[in-house]
């Protein structure tokens, strides 16, 4: 296969893993990792290192829009990312000394937890009562516009959510992917959180997060130019046009079947994983 046709379907590939986690809100790397590992068979810790490009582009490009809108906690995010910029170093450092076909392994099982994740019941309710004497101290508490007017509510267990915090940022830098669902849990369901305030911090997030991993992949050179630019424009183009997408579809439908694809991929990455094929 020449260069040129390895590049255009590496950017068609993008570009439906861009689409698809856009529409489902999971981001393109639980997509893409799988293509390039199962399909391009590219080495798991080069596929990492382009989606961490990726999501850095992605983030950056569409939080703008959140922050613009006031829907975004940037104080919270801003809390929070110190957690998981500490554990993203701390799992870009763990992939890089961990064998591949157990990072493979636990890719699997993360995507597994994900499929799960975007099937859950989401809280819709702002919480008003303070209960949390942290959150008052450092300002967490917020408010956001909706079509019935500004919605106040107040944060709770800051701690609890902090730990998991760590957690989604070692997953991040282990494994490529923005941890949305694991931030996402940690805001909506540990510290309360309204779902839409929690999915646009959380994307927020994703960015910064990937910045820190990128560090160590870019330091130990699992970071190619020639791979990751097609992702991230194919990312790119895939994660707008799902934007506009977005708008008139059916989400549930959606997640529903992202939910299938991407158990299915992770059983294939397991099963790979297992069989010491990545």
Request: proline fraction near 2%.
């Amino acid at each position: 296969m020449s260069i040129l046709l390895f590049t255009l379907i590496l950017l068609a590939g993008a570009f439906v893993a861009g689409l698809l986690g856009s529409l489902t809100g999971l981001g393109g790397g639980v997509v893409l990792i799988p293509l390039l590992t199962l399909v391009f068979d590219v080495d798991i810790r080069y596929a990492i290192g382009s989606a961490l490009v990726a999501s850095i582009a992605t983030s950056s490009g569409s939080a703008a829009a959140y922050i613009k809108e006031g829907i975004t906690n940037i104080r919270i995010g801003m809390f929070l990312e110190i957690a998981t910029t500490t554990g993203a170093i701390i799992g870009a450092l763990i992939a890089i000394y961990t064998a591949t076909h157990i990072v493979a392994i636990i890719f699997g099982i993360v995507l597994l937890f994900s499929a799960m994740m975007s099937m859950r019941k989401k809280n819709e309710v702002a919480e008003t009562e303070e209960k949390s004497l942290l959150a008052r101290r450092l300002k967490l508490n917020g408010s956001y516009p909706s079509k019935e007017g500004i919605v106040e509510y107040k944060v709770q267990r800051v701690a609890g959510g902090y730990a998991l915090m760590t957690l989604a940022g070692v997953i991040s830098g282990l494994l490529g992917i923005g941890s949305g669902a694991l931030k996402v849990l940690a805001m909506d369901t540990v510290m309360r959180v309204p779902f839409k305030v929690s999915t646009t911090t959380s994307n927020f997030m994703i960015g910064v997060t990937a910045a820190a991993s990128a560090v160590v992949y870019l330091q130990r050179g699992y970071i190619d130019p020639g791979l990751a630019m097609p992702v991230v424009i194919g990312v790119l183009g895939g994660a707008f046009a799902g934007s506009r997408i977005l708008v008139g579809a059916s989400t549930k439908k959606l997640r529903i079947l992202f939910s299938i694809v991407i158990s299915f991929l992770a059983l294939e990455m397991i099963y790979n994983g297992l069989m010491g094929n990545l």
